[in-house]
């Protein structure tokens, strides 16, 4: 019975080694496609026109680009921040890429992102912070990425008056639950709503305030969980001013190209 087993694992580490090798014979000469798209003029010209809105005007037009992530369809999106402000950004605008050269963008929208969460109606839910004399939160909802819900934040949430941030948001049960903290004074404060209620375009939100969640694991929880950058990574040109946005897969190499500034 033993002598079987042997002969039989032998014969195994055979045909195994057959296999490869047919493999690599079959498929080592397939090619890898290379495919580079660059970020359409109207685009640019777009943004341009948002820098040359801004409040205050700068000599060196650099975009901000680090913030990107990847969307569930492995497309490319982008917050490109503007540099609207004193050669910072207090604005951006979202762009989103594919693997076949298909750009969309959105218009401008206020401040500087901070995070994006996927919540569980499909949407994308996305925190900014304006940032001129002072900054304060806002919310946004959006199903493709592209055009964005500004969400009504609760009045009176007693944290801070100038300098507030909405460091997180879950989902549990059917309710959005967001938390508030002030950088001044330390304090933190929780409100929910009905998240049906929140998706309505004009509806107005239900706020109430509401106990500190568990941010852990567990039935009670409400896990706070950024989207990432997935496997887009991003490279400077050291010859030029041009940003790169890059994604390998076993037969192909894709690069999404943006300008690092309008100058």
Known sequence: ????????????????????????????????????????DSIVQAIGRAVQDGNFSCAKKTLFSRDYFQLDDERLLILVGIPDYLCASNSFMPVVADGQGKWLAGPPMPGAPSWIVPG??????????????GTFPALYRSLNGVDWQEIKLPDNRGVDCCFERLERICFHRGVVRLKFAGD??????????????????????????????????????????????????????????WIYFKKNRMYSKISLVIPGSLE
């Open 120 to 133: 569980p109606d499909d949407a994308l839910w996305l925190a900014a912070q304006w940032q001129v004399e």
């Open 184 to 241: 001044a004074t330390a304090k933190t404060a929780y409100w929910e709503a009905g998240l049906e209620a929140l998706a309505l375009p004009g509806q107005e939100p239900v706020w109430k305030s509401a106990d500190a969640f568990q941010e852990g694991a567990g039935e009670t929880s409400c896990p706070f969980v950024p989207l990432g950058q997935g496997s887009w990574t991003r490279i400077e040109s050291e010859q030029s001013s």
């Open 1 to 40: 019975m033993r002598m079987m087993e042997k002969n039989g694992y032998r014969l195994l580490l055979i045909l195994s080694c057959v296999f490869l090798t047919l493999g690599q014979c079959c498929f080592s000469n397939q090619k890898v496609e290379t495919r580079v798209y660059n970020m359409p």
